[in-house]
Protein backbone atom coordinates (compact mmCIF):
# COMPACT_ATOMS: atom_id res chain seq x y z
CA UNK A 1 0.00 0.00 0.00
CA UNK A 2 2.23 2.28 0.18
CA UNK A 3 4.01 2.20 -3.04
CA UNK A 4 -0.27 2.55 -3.90
CA UNK A 5 0.16 5.83 -1.77
CA UNK A 6 2.89 7.17 -3.25
CA UNK A 7 2.10 6.73 -6.98
CA UNK A 8 -1.89 8.16 -6.28
CA UNK A 9 -0.15 11.41 -4.48
CA UNK A 10 2.15 12.20 -7.17
CA UNK A 11 -0.82 11.57 -9.97
CA UNK A 12 -3.73 13.12 -7.93
CA UNK A 13 -1.32 16.19 -7.33
CA UNK A 14 -0.41 16.47 -10.85
CA UNK A 15 -3.39 16.39 -12.87
CA UNK A 16 -5.48 19.55 -13.83
CA UNK A 17 -9.22 17.95 -13.44
CA UNK A 18 -10.89 17.66 -10.44
CA UNK A 19 -12.43 14.21 -10.57
CA UNK A 20 -9.71 12.82 -8.25
CA UNK A 21 -9.48 15.27 -6.05
CA UNK A 22 -13.53 14.55 -5.74
CA UNK A 23 -12.56 11.02 -5.33
CA UNK A 24 -10.29 11.73 -2.77
CA UNK A 25 -12.64 13.70 -0.65
CA UNK A 26 -15.26 10.82 -1.50
CA UNK A 27 -12.71 8.56 0.42
CA UNK A 28 -11.72 10.68 3.26
CA UNK A 29 -15.11 11.21 3.74
CA UNK A 30 -16.38 7.52 4.28
CA UNK A 31 -12.73 6.34 5.57
CA UNK A 32 -13.17 8.42 8.55
CA UNK A 33 -17.63 7.97 8.60
CA UNK A 34 -17.23 4.08 8.78
CA UNK A 35 -13.93 3.89 11.13
CA UNK A 36 -16.34 5.67 12.86
CA UNK A 37 -18.88 3.48 12.18
CA UNK A 38 -17.68 0.31 13.15
CA UNK A 39 -18.61 -2.46 15.47
CA UNK A 40 -17.53 -0.54 18.56
CA UNK A 41 -19.90 2.40 17.48
CA UNK A 42 -23.16 -0.26 16.77
CA UNK A 43 -22.22 -1.77 20.10
CA UNK A 44 -21.27 1.35 22.27
CA UNK A 45 -25.48 2.40 20.37
CA UNK A 46 -26.85 -0.48 21.59
CA UNK A 47 -25.37 -0.80 25.29
CA UNK A 48 -26.31 2.32 26.02
CA UNK A 49 -29.66 2.52 24.64
CA UNK A 50 -30.41 -0.50 26.96
CA UNK A 51 -28.95 1.17 29.66
CA UNK A 52 -30.23 4.84 29.15
CA UNK A 53 -32.97 4.42 26.93
CA UNK A 54 -34.76 7.75 25.36
CA UNK A 55 -32.00 9.60 27.36
CA UNK A 56 -29.43 8.89 25.37
CA UNK A 57 -30.72 11.08 23.07
CA UNK A 58 -29.15 13.88 24.76
CA UNK A 59 -25.79 11.96 24.33
CA UNK A 60 -26.27 11.52 20.97
CA UNK A 61 -26.83 15.50 20.42
CA UNK A 62 -23.92 16.73 22.82
CA UNK A 63 -21.46 14.09 20.99
CA UNK A 64 -22.83 15.36 17.24
CA UNK A 65 -22.15 18.98 17.68
CA UNK A 66 -18.66 17.95 20.01
CA UNK A 67 -17.51 16.05 17.00
CA UNK A 68 -18.65 18.88 14.15
CA UNK A 69 -16.38 21.30 16.28
CA UNK A 70 -13.65 18.97 16.37
CA UNK A 71 -13.29 17.81 13.06
CA UNK A 72 -14.43 21.38 11.69
CA UNK A 73 -11.06 22.16 13.10
CA UNK A 74 -8.77 18.85 12.80
CA UNK A 75 -9.48 18.84 9.31
CA UNK A 76 -9.09 22.95 8.66
CA UNK A 77 -5.44 22.72 10.16
CA UNK A 78 -4.12 19.85 8.60
CA UNK A 79 -5.65 20.58 4.97
CA UNK A 80 -4.45 23.80 4.80
CA UNK A 81 -0.76 22.73 6.39
CA UNK A 82 -0.74 19.74 3.98
CA UNK A 83 1.32 18.28 6.95
CA UNK A 84 -0.03 15.41 9.14
CA UNK A 85 -1.02 15.46 13.04
CA UNK A 86 2.53 14.74 14.38
CA UNK A 87 4.60 16.44 12.04
CA UNK A 88 2.77 19.29 13.10
CA UNK A 89 3.45 18.75 16.60
CA UNK A 90 6.94 18.53 16.23
CA UNK A 91 7.13 21.66 14.45
CA UNK A 92 5.08 23.57 17.44
CA UNK A 93 7.52 21.41 20.27
CA UNK A 94 10.07 18.94 19.40
CA UNK A 95 9.05 15.47 20.23
CA UNK A 96 5.50 16.15 21.06
CA UNK A 97 5.17 15.01 17.51
CA UNK A 98 6.31 11.47 18.50
CA UNK A 99 4.08 11.48 21.96
CA UNK A 100 1.14 11.73 19.75
CA UNK A 101 2.26 9.02 18.09
CA UNK A 102 2.56 7.19 20.80
CA UNK A 103 -0.76 7.59 21.86
CA UNK A 104 -2.08 7.65 18.57
CA UNK A 105 -0.69 4.05 17.88
CA UNK A 106 -1.62 2.87 21.49
CA UNK A 107 -5.21 3.81 21.09
CA UNK A 108 -6.00 2.65 17.53
CA UNK A 109 -4.42 -0.77 18.78
CA UNK A 110 -6.89 -1.11 21.60
CA UNK A 111 -9.36 -0.06 19.40
CA UNK A 112 -8.47 -2.55 16.24
CA UNK A 113 -8.70 -5.43 19.22
CA UNK A 114 -11.79 -4.31 19.56
CA UNK A 115 -12.84 -3.97 15.74
CA UNK A 116 -11.49 -7.71 15.19
CA UNK A 117 -13.97 -8.30 18.34
CA UNK A 118 -16.73 -6.56 16.69
CA UNK A 119 -15.92 -8.94 12.78
CA UNK A 120 -16.25 -12.29 15.91
CA UNK A 121 -19.85 -10.90 16.67
CA UNK A 122 -20.66 -10.14 12.89
CA UNK A 123 -19.64 -14.05 12.00
CA UNK A 124 -20.93 -15.00 15.16
CA UNK A 125 -24.92 -13.39 13.74
CA UNK A 126 -23.96 -14.98 10.06
CA UNK A 127 -22.47 -18.35 10.94
CA UNK A 128 -22.52 -18.63 14.48
CA UNK A 129 -19.01 -19.08 14.66
CA UNK A 130 -17.29 -19.04 18.13
CA UNK A 131 -15.51 -15.47 18.74
CA UNK A 132 -11.84 -16.45 18.69
CA UNK A 133 -12.04 -18.69 15.65
CA UNK A 134 -14.47 -15.46 13.76
CA UNK A 135 -12.05 -12.85 14.78
CA UNK A 136 -8.62 -14.51 13.78
CA UNK A 137 -10.27 -15.50 10.17
CA UNK A 138 -11.03 -11.58 10.14
CA UNK A 139 -7.84 -10.74 11.17
CA UNK A 140 -5.77 -12.91 8.07
CA UNK A 141 -8.34 -11.95 5.51
CA UNK A 142 -7.52 -7.96 6.57
CA UNK A 143 -4.11 -9.04 6.07
CA UNK A 144 -4.85 -10.60 2.56
CA UNK A 145 -6.44 -7.26 1.81
CA UNK A 146 -3.24 -5.11 2.48
CA UNK A 147 -0.89 -7.51 0.57
CA UNK A 148 -3.00 -6.68 -2.60
CA UNK A 149 -1.26 -3.64 -4.47
CA UNK A 150 -4.16 -2.03 -4.61
CA UNK A 151 -5.60 -2.50 -1.67
CA UNK A 152 -5.92 1.87 -1.20
CA UNK A 153 -8.53 1.72 -4.16
CA UNK A 154 -10.44 -1.10 -2.67
CA UNK A 155 -10.61 0.22 0.25
CA UNK A 156 -11.82 3.97 -0.93
CA UNK A 157 -14.70 2.34 -3.04
CA UNK A 158 -15.54 -0.57 -0.37
CA UNK A 159 -16.02 2.14 2.47
CA UNK A 160 -18.04 3.70 0.07
CA UNK A 161 -20.56 1.11 -0.62
CA UNK A 162 -20.94 -0.75 2.72
CA UNK A 163 -21.70 3.18 4.30
CA UNK A 164 -24.58 3.06 1.97
CA UNK A 165 -25.45 -0.63 3.41
CA UNK A 166 -25.27 0.19 6.76
CA UNK A 167 -27.46 3.26 6.56
CA UNK A 168 -29.80 1.49 4.53
CA UNK A 169 -30.67 -1.15 6.55
CA UNK A 170 -30.28 0.46 9.90
CA UNK A 171 -33.16 2.61 7.95
CA UNK A 172 -35.05 -0.14 7.67
CA UNK A 173 -35.14 -1.36 11.19
CA UNK A 174 -35.95 1.42 12.81
CA UNK A 175 -39.26 1.94 11.11
CA UNK A 176 -40.19 -1.38 11.49
CA UNK A 177 -39.31 -1.48 15.19
CA UNK A 178 -41.51 1.38 15.76
CA UNK A 179 -39.65 3.81 18.02
CA UNK A 180 -41.37 6.41 20.28
CA UNK A 181 -39.66 9.37 18.47
CA UNK A 182 -41.43 11.94 20.18
CA UNK A 183 -40.03 10.92 23.78
CA UNK A 184 -36.62 10.34 21.61
CA UNK A 185 -36.75 14.09 20.83
CA UNK A 186 -37.72 15.29 24.18
CA UNK A 187 -35.40 13.64 25.94
CA UNK A 188 -32.76 14.82 23.68
CA UNK A 189 -33.01 18.25 24.84
CA UNK A 190 -34.66 17.74 28.49
CA UNK A 191 -32.66 14.22 29.62
CA UNK A 192 -33.65 12.40 32.68
CA UNK A 193 -29.79 11.24 32.72
CA UNK A 194 -27.18 12.37 31.76
CA UNK A 195 -23.80 10.12 31.92
CA UNK A 196 -20.32 11.76 31.54
CA UNK A 197 -19.26 8.48 30.55
CA UNK A 198 -21.21 7.95 28.18
CA UNK A 199 -21.07 11.01 26.07
CA UNK A 200 -16.84 10.85 26.56
CA UNK A 201 -16.88 7.23 24.92
CA UNK A 202 -19.53 8.47 21.94
CA UNK A 203 -17.04 11.69 21.56
CA UNK A 204 -14.24 8.87 21.71
CA UNK A 205 -15.43 6.80 19.23
CA UNK A 206 -16.18 8.83 16.21
CA UNK A 207 -13.74 11.69 17.21
CA UNK A 208 -11.06 10.30 19.43
CA UNK A 209 -7.88 8.88 18.96
CA UNK A 210 -6.93 7.36 15.03
CA UNK A 211 -10.69 8.19 14.06
CA UNK A 212 -9.77 12.07 14.72
CA UNK A 213 -7.22 11.61 11.90
CA UNK A 214 -8.15 9.29 9.44
CA UNK A 215 -10.04 11.57 7.13
CA UNK A 216 -7.57 14.53 7.32
CA UNK A 217 -4.53 12.60 6.63
CA UNK A 218 -6.09 10.40 3.76
CA UNK A 219 -6.28 14.27 2.09
CA UNK A 220 -2.68 14.78 2.92
CA UNK A 221 -2.13 11.40 1.20
CA UNK A 222 -3.88 12.38 -1.92
CA UNK A 223 -2.64 15.78 -2.26
CA UNK A 224 -6.04 17.86 -1.40
CA UNK A 225 -4.13 20.98 0.95
CA UNK A 226 -3.73 24.19 0.77
CA UNK A 227 -5.69 27.22 1.65
CA UNK A 228 -7.41 27.09 -1.83
CA UNK A 229 -8.75 23.54 -0.82
CA UNK A 230 -10.57 25.58 2.70
CA UNK A 231 -14.18 25.08 1.02
CA UNK A 232 -14.11 22.04 -0.02
CA UNK A 233 -12.37 20.14 3.01
CA UNK A 234 -14.47 22.10 5.72
CA UNK A 235 -18.23 20.34 3.65
CA UNK A 236 -16.24 17.70 3.96
CA UNK A 237 -15.71 17.07 7.33
CA UNK A 238 -19.15 18.04 7.94
CA UNK A 239 -20.28 15.70 5.70
CA UNK A 240 -19.01 12.92 7.13
CA UNK A 241 -20.16 14.07 10.62
CA UNK A 242 -23.15 14.12 9.26
CA UNK A 243 -23.14 10.53 7.96
CA UNK A 244 -22.64 9.15 11.38
CA UNK A 245 -24.89 11.09 13.06
CA UNK A 246 -27.59 9.77 10.57
CA UNK A 247 -26.15 6.22 11.59
CA UNK A 248 -26.42 7.20 15.08
CA UNK A 249 -29.73 8.76 15.18
CA UNK A 250 -31.49 5.38 13.05
CA UNK A 251 -29.45 3.27 14.89
CA UNK A 252 -30.52 4.66 18.38
CA UNK A 253 -34.15 4.46 17.36
CA UNK A 254 -33.96 0.63 16.15
CA UNK A 255 -32.85 -0.35 18.85
CA UNK A 256 -35.24 2.30 21.32
CA UNK A 257 -38.15 0.33 19.59
CA UNK A 258 -36.90 -3.36 20.49
CA UNK A 259 -36.07 -2.14 23.89
CA UNK A 260 -39.14 0.14 24.68
CA UNK A 261 -41.71 -2.81 23.70
CA UNK A 262 -39.75 -5.01 26.80
CA UNK A 263 -37.49 -7.00 24.60
CA UNK A 264 -34.48 -7.68 27.07
CA UNK A 265 -31.42 -7.96 24.55
CA UNK A 266 -29.43 -11.11 24.72
CA UNK A 267 -25.62 -9.68 26.60
CA UNK A 268 -23.02 -11.47 24.14
CA UNK A 269 -24.25 -9.84 21.20
CA UNK A 270 -27.07 -7.14 22.28
CA UNK A 271 -27.14 -5.69 18.71
CA UNK A 272 -27.95 -8.62 16.49
CA UNK A 273 -30.30 -9.61 19.05
CA UNK A 274 -32.47 -6.13 18.27
CA UNK A 275 -32.01 -6.63 14.78
CA UNK A 276 -33.39 -10.12 14.93
CA UNK A 277 -36.08 -9.31 17.11
CA UNK A 278 -37.28 -6.39 14.77
CA UNK A 279 -36.65 -7.87 11.50
CA UNK A 280 -36.61 -11.65 12.31
CA UNK A 281 -33.92 -14.21 11.10
CA UNK A 282 -33.45 -12.08 7.76
CA UNK A 283 -32.76 -9.05 9.80
CA UNK A 284 -30.40 -11.23 11.74
CA UNK A 285 -28.01 -12.75 9.06
CA UNK A 286 -28.16 -8.92 6.70
CA UNK A 287 -26.66 -7.38 10.45
CA UNK A 288 -24.61 -10.07 11.07
CA UNK A 289 -22.93 -9.30 7.14
CA UNK A 290 -22.85 -5.53 7.06
CA UNK A 291 -21.48 -6.03 11.24
CA UNK A 292 -18.28 -7.92 9.36
CA UNK A 293 -17.92 -5.87 6.57
CA UNK A 294 -18.08 -2.44 8.64
CA UNK A 295 -15.37 -4.55 11.35
CA UNK A 296 -13.22 -5.20 8.51
CA UNK A 297 -13.14 -1.47 7.17
CA UNK A 298 -12.72 -0.15 10.53
CA UNK A 299 -10.10 -2.74 11.02
CA UNK A 300 -8.00 -1.18 7.68
CA UNK A 301 -8.88 2.14 8.78
CA UNK A 302 -7.16 1.86 12.15
CA UNK A 303 -4.91 0.00 10.69
CA UNK A 304 -4.05 2.87 8.16
CA UNK A 305 -4.20 5.55 10.16
CA UNK A 306 -1.88 4.49 12.96
CA UNK A 307 0.96 3.90 10.44
CA UNK A 308 0.74 7.27 8.64
CA UNK A 309 1.89 8.31 12.53
CA UNK A 310 4.82 6.51 12.56
CA UNK A 311 5.88 6.42 8.78
CA UNK A 312 6.87 9.98 8.56
CA UNK A 313 9.86 10.01 11.35
CA UNK A 314 11.69 7.59 9.03
CA UNK A 315 12.53 6.85 5.08
CA UNK A 316 12.86 2.82 5.86
CA UNK A 317 9.68 3.15 7.60
CA UNK A 318 8.01 4.61 4.70
CA UNK A 319 9.01 1.97 2.35
CA UNK A 320 8.04 -0.96 4.59
CA UNK A 321 5.01 0.78 5.50
CA UNK A 322 2.72 -2.22 3.89
CA UNK A 323 4.47 -4.72 6.15
CA UNK A 324 3.97 -1.79 9.32
CA UNK A 325 0.18 -2.22 8.95
CA UNK A 326 0.12 -6.04 8.37
CA UNK A 327 2.48 -6.20 11.51
CA UNK A 328 -0.26 -3.67 13.32
CA UNK A 329 -3.00 -6.58 12.49
CA UNK A 330 -1.12 -9.35 13.66
CA UNK A 331 -0.64 -7.53 16.87
CA UNK A 332 -4.13 -6.60 17.47
CA UNK A 333 -5.27 -10.69 16.06
CA UNK A 334 -3.21 -12.31 18.79
CA UNK A 335 -4.17 -9.62 21.73
CA UNK A 336 -7.67 -10.37 20.66
CA UNK A 337 -7.11 -14.14 21.06
CA UNK A 338 -5.52 -13.99 24.31
CA UNK A 339 -7.09 -11.08 26.33
CA UNK A 340 -10.13 -12.76 28.59
CA UNK A 341 -12.52 -9.97 27.69
CA UNK A 342 -15.86 -10.04 25.60
CA UNK A 343 -16.03 -8.22 22.49
CA UNK A 344 -18.88 -6.05 24.10
CA UNK A 345 -16.54 -4.86 26.81
CA UNK A 346 -13.44 -4.13 24.48
CA UNK A 347 -15.32 -2.19 22.10
CA UNK A 348 -16.40 -0.22 25.01
CA UNK A 349 -13.20 0.36 26.89
CA UNK A 350 -11.73 1.54 23.60
CA UNK A 351 -13.96 4.37 22.41
CA UNK A 352 -13.43 5.48 26.07
CA UNK A 353 -9.99 5.26 25.95
CA UNK A 354 -9.66 7.33 23.03
CA UNK A 355 -12.05 9.95 24.30
CA UNK A 356 -8.92 9.98 26.62
CA UNK A 357 -6.73 10.50 24.02
CA UNK A 358 -8.58 13.46 22.04
CA UNK A 359 -7.49 16.65 23.94
CA UNK A 360 -3.71 15.90 23.37
CA UNK A 361 -3.72 15.81 19.46
CA UNK A 362 -6.84 17.99 19.61
CA UNK A 363 -4.81 20.71 21.79
CA UNK A 364 -1.62 20.62 19.66
CA UNK A 365 -3.84 21.35 16.39
CA UNK A 366 -5.58 24.12 18.11
CA UNK A 367 -2.30 25.50 19.12
CA UNK A 368 -1.18 25.54 15.45
CA UNK A 369 -4.35 27.29 14.38
CA UNK A 370 -3.91 30.05 17.32
CA UNK A 371 -0.48 30.73 17.32
CA UNK A 372 1.64 28.96 14.47
CA UNK A 373 -0.05 30.84 11.20
CA UNK A 374 3.52 29.88 9.51
CA UNK A 375 2.52 26.67 9.83
CA UNK A 376 -0.72 27.67 7.98
CA UNK A 377 0.83 28.92 4.88
CA UNK A 378 0.31 32.63 6.08
CA UNK A 379 -3.81 31.25 5.76
CA UNK A 380 -5.83 33.69 8.34
CA UNK A 381 -7.58 31.14 11.02
CA UNK A 382 -11.34 32.15 11.24
CA UNK A 383 -11.77 33.58 14.81
CA UNK A 384 -15.15 32.09 14.80
CA UNK A 385 -13.45 28.66 14.30
CA UNK A 386 -10.85 28.97 16.53
CA UNK A 387 -13.34 29.81 19.43
CA UNK A 388 -15.42 27.03 18.83
CA UNK A 389 -12.52 24.83 18.73
CA UNK A 390 -11.09 25.98 22.25
CA UNK A 391 -14.22 25.34 23.30
CA UNK A 392 -14.59 21.79 21.98
CA UNK A 393 -11.49 21.24 23.49
CA UNK A 394 -11.72 22.15 26.89
CA UNK A 395 -14.75 20.13 26.79
CA UNK A 396 -13.16 16.63 26.20
CA UNK A 397 -10.60 17.66 28.61
CA UNK A 398 -13.46 17.71 31.45
CA UNK A 399 -15.36 14.97 29.84
CA UNK A 400 -12.24 13.10 29.87
CA UNK A 401 -11.08 13.80 33.15
CA UNK A 402 -14.83 12.38 34.29
CA UNK A 403 -14.87 9.35 32.47
CA UNK A 404 -11.78 7.98 34.83
CA UNK A 405 -13.16 6.30 36.99
CA UNK A 406 -15.81 4.71 34.84
CA UNK A 407 -13.40 3.21 32.78
CA UNK A 408 -11.57 1.68 35.45
CA UNK A 409 -14.96 0.58 36.65
CA UNK A 410 -15.66 -0.72 33.23
CA UNK A 411 -12.54 -2.70 33.10
CA UNK A 412 -12.94 -4.39 36.27
Known sequence: MADESTTRTSGETSTAGGVLKRGALLGAIFLMATSAIGPGFITQTTTFTVQLGAAFAFAILVSILVDIAVQLNVWRVIGVSGMRAQDLGNRVLPGVGYVMAALVVFGGLVFNIGNIAGTSLGLDALFGLEVKIGGTVSALIAIG?????????????LVVVLGAVMIALTAYVAIVSGPPVGEALTQAVVPDTVDFLTITTLIGGTVGGYITYAGAHRLVDSGVT???????????????LLVTGVMRALLFLAILGVVAGGVVLA??????????????????RLFGMVLWAAGITSVLGASYTSVSFLVTFSPALQRRRNWLVIAFIVVSGIAFVLLNQTPTTLLILAGALNGLILPVGFGVLMWVAARRRDLLGGYRYPRWLLVLGVLAWLLTLYLGWNSLSGIAELWS
Open 145 to 157: IFLSKRAGLAMDR
Open 226 to 240: GPEQVARVSRSSVTA
Open 267 to 284: EGNPAADAFSHAAGEVGL
